[in-house]
């Protein structure tokens, strides 16, 4: 099967997908190319050594990202994933094996780091359409010759760039994404964040280029926007329809900041996993910046975080098993586990296994590769298929805020570093909230996306519960000690006036703009 493409972009990639018997259910994958670099640091060298129990052959292969093909002094690497050949599995994985590859993510508080991932609509400045594939792939072209990237391939396409522990990579619909390297402050966090700004407007403004900070695309259907050349988002597309109504306008339309932070035991995990998803709806909320949809408010505050909630619920939500008793890493590999798969990636191939079981492939009984068993990196490419508010992997994803504008791409780090990595904070956090019912927290789930922090929560408002919250938050990073309280000016501002970004905007659009959308381009321009 072939991408399909539309009017002004660029003819797709022709990647053959292998059909497996799917059933009426299925998971969705955004595996980043800087996740699947990461994998190498499982096979080769990094792996803990309670992982003796793993049974895999080692080999190097010529399509690995680590090998490549010198051009000049820079680097072509291999598509995402990169490591497909590079481990064969000789006996099966077992279940230890899986939750031993999360317990691998454990490190001392002095090794944690920060890890910000942020998306943006990039569009041309003088029709305020969508960046073609052609546009994208000169502007990527464009960054790794004058700022030394690394280009990232798949076939003949440029699909996006690494840079040490960086990478760019483009989602379905075009939209930029900054996969950042774990970095110690967020003085480094945002100095990232500025360079990457940098030499993205350097490079896209002699090509008549700009982005914009926002969470949903405000202007354009989504049969105009160009899909990516990227061979799984064929079976992505084409499967979003069949487990929700808006599967395809998360793939097309959302843009995202989130988090990635550590944790130093399982006990610590599930802290962290509990206080963020308790808080998420609050820092759903405070982000709230996505109120348009095809030129008009669209009646949410938050319409990113809205479309979550039909595009497969078989992936998505608030998790309530990570609440009792019995939670920790085997819990949540036993839930992913029941995730039903997407694909599986071999031999520059995208197997179409959607709706098929984990369980059968860890038995060699997947239909179509029946006898072939998973290694450790099929395992990691499933778990980023799962996409809950909050994630687990080898560290914890913080997932629930709108792309926005730069100051806003520092306060989200900001604000959960504040609360997670400082543990008065995080104990603060957890007593507030302990009494919290699952159908509050659902409550507020499902509210927060149209009415921000003016939601009611027990006897106020949720604003009164964020306002504490962003307290917590700065006298954990004030605790911390590196002077980086003034990142959370933005959210401060938020809480202080109950008024959130989404808020402001409609204020615009309805006084200002004279309710039209264009000058939202302006506005939220980097």
Known sequence: MALMSHPGSSPCIHTEAVQCKARNYGVNSFTSTMESAKTKEIFFGLRSPSWSSLKVAQKWSSDSAEVGQRRGHRVTVAASPPTEDAVIATEPLTKQDLVDYLASGCKPKDKWRIGTEHEKFGFEIETLRPMTYEQISDLLNGISERFDWDKIMEGEYIIGLKQGKQ????????????????????????????????QVKAVAEEMGIGFLGIGFQPKWKRE????????????????????????????????????????????????????????????????????????????YLSMRSQIWTDTDNN?????????????????????????????????????????????????????????????????????????????????LEMRGADGGPWRRLCALPAFWVGILYDEVALQNVLDLTADWTKEERQMLRNKVPVSGLKTPFRDGLLKHVAQEVVNFAKDGLERRGFKETGFLNEVTEVVKTGITPAEKLLELYHGKWGQSIDPVFDELLY
Not at 262 to 275: G, P
């Open 167 to 198: 990478s760019i990579s483009l989602e379905p619909g075009g939209q930029f994404e900054l996969s950042g390297a774990p970095l110690e402050t967020l003085h480094q966090t945002c100095a990232e964040v500025n360079s990457h700004l940098y």
């Open 315 to 395: 992936r998505a939500g608030m998790l309530p098993f990570v609440f009792d008793d019995s939670f920790g890493f085997e819990k949540y590999v036993e839930y992913a586990l029941d995730v039903p798969m997407y694909f599986v990636y071999r031999k520059k191939q995208y197997i179409d296994c959607s709706g098929l079981s984990f369980r059968d492939f860890m038995a060699g009984k997947l239909p179509g590769l029946q006898g072939e068993y998973p290694n450790l990196n099929d395992w990691e490419n499933h778990l980023t298929t799962i996409f809950p508010e909050v994630r687990l992997k080898r560290y």
């Open 224 to 299: 105009e926007i160009p899909v990516m050349p990227k061979g799984r988002y064929e079976i992505m597309k084409n499967y979003m329809p069949k487990v929700g109504s808006l599967g395809l306008d998360m793939m097309f339309r959302t843009c995202t900041v989130q988090v990635n932070l550590d944790f130093h035991s399982e006990t610590d995990m599930i802290r962290k996993f509990r206080a963020g998803l308790a808080l998420q709806p609050i820092a759903t909320a405070l982000f709230a910046n996505s109120p348009f949809t095809e030129g008009k408010p669209n009646g």
